[in-house]
């Protein structure tokens, strides 16, 4: 009943910048906590940032000073700008959403289909 869309990955040097996005839809009552969360080939998914509804935000410490997540409430979207690119950050990017259903009134986490970044060097 909830989807979320992703968009902005793709291939760039080292140094660069990439934008992703990520808008929600369905049946939605609220939208409470967003975030974006990383995943390479044999390892685990983690956290990258997280923001509050209220736009309160957390980072991982390998992107704080690069990456900036922030949030458009009115348009249900929720948006990571990473700059300052680097090999190590390679890896397909999720999209996370805690979100509160028209039909059901508990809030349930959502993810996004995953969109791959790719850093060269």
């Known amino acids: 009943q909830v989807q979320l869309v992703e968009s902005g990955g793709g291939l760039v040097q080292a140094g660069g910048s990439l934008r992703l996005s990520c808008v929600v839809r369905?049946?939605?009552?609220?939208?409470?906590?967003m975030g974006w969360y990383r995943q390479a080939p044999g390892k685990q998914r983690d956290l990258v940032a997280v923001?509050?509804?209220?736009?309160?935000?957390d980072y991982a410490d390998s992107v704080k000073g690069r990456f900036t997540i922030s949030r458009d409430n009115a348009k249900n979207t929720v948006y990571l700008q990473m700059n300052s690119l680097k090999p190590e950050d390679t890896a397909v990017y999720y999209c996370?959403?805690?979100?509160?259903?028209?039909?059901?009134?508990?809030?349930?986490?959502?993810w996004g289909q995953g969109t791959q970044v790719t850093v060269s060097s």
């Open positions: 996370n959403a805690r979100v509160v259903v028209r039909s059901f009134q508990y809030e349930s986490n959502y």
């Open positions: 369905g049946s939605i009552f609220s939208i409470n906590a």
């Open positions: 923001i509050s509804k209220g736009g309160s935000t």
